[in-house]
């Protein structure tokens, strides 16, 4: 009996990528040990993260780093630390930001739901450029670095952006902007790690802050993430995330890599990132996972992963009304395409996921609309062993072929 079924709940197959509702990446081996390792000794988290800052700056190129629980955290805490600095009774106020510069400025196509996690430390999101006019829908008009710098007040205390395919104006541009204003500029790269270049491509571009997941291409705790960038920032939003009970401010020695306690008034009280404080195992994990990440390794999996979906590719290519092909899909991996002729199969690529979800075990496929409704059943291959893909192509040939 697994660990799930002691409590009543049973695993699935998680073919739709490091998707946080099916509990992200799978973690190696190594990472496992070596949370296990840490859950058995206590240590002070704030010598812990100084100790991680040295990792997460030496790949990420950046001044310092810390790890959060997961990019949303990271999103939150950084835009904190844009807001207040290391003023602590503005600390103590948040997400209460009246009176303070709590603006932050994003191209309009690229606020999204994911962005509450900047909202969530009282900011006020404010879209640059104009929504859309004569395009399509779920199409807008291109802003341009005139509208961020049209967008940009007394009150702006960042400039946010994610780095998705196609989103303009091209991050050079938002970074120049953002220093001839003065203002950091922070940025949701969750998912764009592999490459291992992205570790530090854009602290290298400079952008003062950098959010990656440390449980998707990673493969770290699900619940956990990188800040990196500039120190001042990264100090801040670290004594925002701290258990800051315990010894008074005269007696509190923090490390100084990261907090400068000669410019404090005084110790914070628990500050926004109390809700979200990362664990010493999940800290431990991700240096692990970060440290096994390199090009090799990932080009090894990655490629581990296209064979695996080739014998599954394989396995369809003679059904009538299938296509399938592989394609580079987020986080490193590939992913496979599977796309299904109705009038031929007799089914939609709806109904071919759910027989998938609804079977034993239960799969789940990538579930976005844009690609269902498109024909398109798309299998992710980052959770994927042979036994696994041999599951998923048996039972796919089954959906298909019945």
């Keep these: 009996m697994s660990i799930y079924e002691r409590f009543g709940v049973k695993s699935i197959i998680n073919a739709a990528g490091p998707a946080t509702r099916y509990g992200g990446a799978l973690m190696e081996k190594a990472v496992l040990e070596a949370m296990d390792e840490a859950a058995r000794e206590s240590v002070r988290l704030d010598e812990l993260e100084a100790a991680a800052s040295k990792l997460i700056a030496d790949v990420t190129h950046a001044e310092a780093g810390i790890v959060t629980a997961g990019a949303s955290a990271a999103l939150t805490l950084g835009t904190a630390a844009c807001i207040v600095g290391f003023d602590v009774a503005k600390m103590n106020r948040l997400p209460d930001t009246t009176g303070m510069p709590n603006e932050v400025v994003m191209p309009w196509h690229q606020i999204c739901g994911y962005d509450h996690a900047i909202r969530a430390a009282g900011a006020r999101i404010i879209g640059a450029g104009i929504p859309n006019d004569t395009a399509p829908p779920q199409e807008v008009n291109i802003t341009t670095r005139w509208d961020i710098e049209s967008a940009i007040g007394s009150n702006t205390a960042a400039l946010a952006y994610a780095v998705r395919p196609g989103s303009h104006p091209p991050l050079e541009e938002v970074v120049e902007i953002g220093k001839r204003y003065k203002i950091p500029v922070i940025i949701d790269a969750a998912a764009e790690v592999p490459p291992m270049e992205n570790l530090h491509r854009f602290i290298d571009m400079g952008v003062d802050l950098v959010c990656i997941s440390g449980g998707k291409g990673i493969r770290g705790p699900q619940a956990s993430g990188i800040l990196c960038g500039r120190r001042d920032l990264i100090g801040s939003a670290l004594l925002q995330m701290l258990d800051m009970a315990g010894e008074s401010f005269d007696k509190w020695d923090p490390p100084a890599s990261l907090i400068p306690k000669e410019r404090l008034a005084g110790k914070p009280e628990h500050g926004i990132g109390r809700a979200m404080k990362a664990s010493k195992e999940a800290i431990i994990g991700l240096l692990v996972a970060l440290q096994n990440l390199t090009e090799e390794k990932h080009a090894k999996k990655a490629e581990y992963a296209k ?25 490193g991996y590939p992913l496979l395409k599977v796309k299904i002729d109705e009038m031929v199969v007799g089914q939609n690529a709806y109904e071919i996921a759910r027989k998938l979800r609804d079977g034993d075990p239960r799969i789940y496929v990538e579930n976005r609309d844009r690609y269902l409704q498109n024909g398109l059943v798309v299998i992710h291959s980052i959770n994927f062993d042979e036994e696994v893909a041999r599951i998923v192509g048996d039972r796919l040939y089954a959906a298909m072929g019945s």
């Excluded at 064979?307 to 986080?331: C, F, M, N, P, T």
């Design 307 to 331: 064979r695996l979906l080739e014998g599954i590719q394989a396995r369809l290519k003679d059904l009538a009304g299938v296509e399938v092909g592989i394609a580079e899909g987020i986080s």
